[in-house]
């Protein structure tokens, strides 16, 4: 059975949250599968570069190409752990060519920057405000003349907040000397916490709070998650390499030949919507069109996940996204697979997905009658093969072009650049702030954890300056939007209920 679908991974971050509840089992579980993590991380390695010292191998410069900057490969010392950082990288971010392929207009989601930082617009952004921040930020990020410097309040889930540093010391690297100096806090933890109606009016002072996810009731800021730099507890590379693969496993199968169900696998236990999901399996009373699958990750684990990649996922016309405790790091896999993504009524919201539409980029499911829902929309597909192909197909485009790596540094540029024009401080260094760097960040793991640094490690600075970052939506454009899709959404509940309306006559 391949694994199809990624949705199971907000299973494997909440095992902190059962844990909870199931406090010994799950005790028994993490350690099992950090054991097999570990051991299936090491033995996959071993034939690779652990005993040559040099960890980040030398990248050949096209002879062709003008030399720009040069690669700064950082080294790690066998059995010297007092790394420093290396300050031979460039400090000034100056591309020989300027304008291309990025002076552009950045893709539309850019847009939604403004919005989040809509409520500091008008009183700015003070050191007490990020201050208040801090109640359960797991660490906070102060960039000073373009070096970064991290204090550390508490542990994160997995290493989602290594990962996450690991992605702001890249972005660094890729427009040195471009970013302003900030002072951010930053929660690794999956649901937002920072209630709008909790801050109304215009002395609200609302604290600023960088995480992966939102929803419409909540002023936290969305920003990139770990998993774009790799998600090594679980063997998911850097997305730049997860991009390409999907790209190669797209073309294996065409979208006719696929299997013309829906697909899931994951872990329902996370959320009651998934639970509630899995009553729309196969079963001798029922078809709802929908093939629907448990994740173990723990013998996935074990098997070395073998069944794990993620270019093999692409097997079905459609593919279903549900969420998990929160917003889930599985949407930007099953969108990128040119099949049909089924996205059922989400509560959250990520960075890029707001600028993504029902019936161009997806097929909206009902949360509240998913076996129905379901089954129209396959069988939907399945008689207008040509339209659910190219639903399938804008999203993959989308998520191909728009959500490239290249694009995900200029959305983390243009945030923090729009972020830290708001504040209305100088940033300083804080009291048990150290300074980071790649050098200490990879040298201090090994594993898949420093494979996917050195994977993801960006080797050179960008060959040219940040795509341009659109205007803000005026507020009739951003609501014409918002009443697209949701017309959009109607649109296919209305489909839906005169469907089951006529097979209902007909009984
Ligand atoms: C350890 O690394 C530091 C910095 O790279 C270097 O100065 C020092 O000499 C090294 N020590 C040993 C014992 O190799
Ligand atoms: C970007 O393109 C515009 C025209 O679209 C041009 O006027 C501008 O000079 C370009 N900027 C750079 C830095 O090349
Ligand atoms: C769903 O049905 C299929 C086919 O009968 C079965 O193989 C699979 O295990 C079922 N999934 C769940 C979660 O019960
Ligand atoms: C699919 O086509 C069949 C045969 O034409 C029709 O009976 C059925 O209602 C159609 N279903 C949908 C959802 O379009
Ligand atoms: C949404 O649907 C309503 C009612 O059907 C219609 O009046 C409105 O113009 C539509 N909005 C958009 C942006 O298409």
């Known amino acids: 059975m391949k694994r199809d679908n990624l949705t199971f991974f907000r299973g494997s971050s909440n095992w902190w949250y059962r844990k909870k509840k199931k406090k010994t089992q799950a005790t028994i579980l993490i350690l099992l599968f950090c054991f097999a993590a570990f ?26 190409e003008k030399p720009r900057a040069q690669e700064f490969p950082p080294k790690c010392i ?11 990288y460039p400090s000034t971010h100056n591309p020989n060519n300027p304008g291309s392929p990025s002076n552009a207009t950045c893709p539309a989601y850019f847009r939604w920057i403004h919005e989040d930082l809509r409520p ?18 797991h660490f906070r990020v102060v960039i000073l003349k373009g070096k970064v410097y991290v204090e550390k309040y508490r542990q994160s889930i997995e290493s989602r ?12 690297r890729w427009y040195p000397g471009r970013l302003p100096d900030l002072d951010l806090m930053f929660d690794c933890d999956d649901k937002p916490v920072i209630p709008s109606k909790d801050f109304q009016g215009p002395n609200s002072a609302p604290p600023p709070l960088f995480r992966y996810c939102a929803d419409e009731h909540s002023l936290d800021i969305v920003f990139p998650d770990w ?33 013309p169900y829906a697909y899931w696998k994951g872990n329902p236990h996370v959320a009651q919507t998934r639970q509630d999901l899995l009553k729309c399996n196969v079963s001798k009373e029922n078809d709802w069109n929908s093939r629907l699958y448990i994740q173990d990750w723990i013998e996935e684990s074990k098997q070395g996940y073998k069944k794990s990649n993620i270019e093999d996922q692409c097997t079905h016309r459609h593919k279903i996204y549900i969420e998990g405790w929160a917003w889930s790091v599985s949407e930007k896999y099953i969108l990128a697979c040119n099949s049909m993504t089924l996205y059922v009524k989400p509560k959250f919201y990520d960075f890029f997905i707001r600028a993504m539409v029902p019936l161009q980029h997806y097929w909206p499911i009902r949360d509240d009658s998913k ?12 008689n ?26 200029d959305y ?70 918002q009443e697209k899709k949701a017309n959009s959404t109607r649109l296919v509940e209305i489909w839906e209920n005169e469907y089951w309306q006529n097979i209902n006559k007909e009984q």
Request: neutral net charge.
């Open 161 to 172: 907040d290594k990962f996450s540093l690991w992605g702001i010391l890249q972005l660094m």
């Open 371 to 382: 076996c129905t829902s379901l089954k129209f929309a396959v069988e939907w597909g399945n």
């Open 39 to 64: 051991f299936c991380a090491f033995s996959s390695w071993i034939d690779l570069s652990i005993f040559s010292g040099v960890f980040f191998p030398k990248q050949k410069l096209e002879a062709k």
């Open 412 to 481: 983390m540029f243009h945030l923090l650049n729009e972020y830290a024009k708001l504040l209305r401080f100088k940033p300083t260094i804080p009291q048990g702030a150290v300074e980071l760097c790649p050098e200490i960040m990879a040298c201090a793991v090994d594993g898949t954890w420093r494979r996917f640094m050195e994977e993801s490690m960006v080797k050179f600075p960008s060959n040219s300056i940040p795509c341009n970052l659109p205007a803000p939506f005026d507020p009739i454009t951003l609501r014409d939007f």
């Open 227 to 259: 998993s774009f730099w790799g998600w090594a507890e679980i063997n998911i590379k850097p997305w730049k390499d997860v991009l390409n693969d999907i790209k190669e496993g797209n073309k294996r199968t065409k979208w006719k030949d696929r299997v």
């Open 384 to 409: 207008h093969t040509d339209k659910a192909q190219a639903i399938g197909e804008a999203a993959s485009n989308f998520i191909q072009e728009d959500l490239n790596m290249n694009y995900v540094y």
């Open 78 to 88: 066998n059995g010297n752990d007092t790394q420093t950082c290396q300050r031979n």
């Open 120 to 137: 500091w617009r008008e009183s700015g952004i003070t050191q007490e405000m990020v201050d208040k921040a801090r109640r359960t930020a």
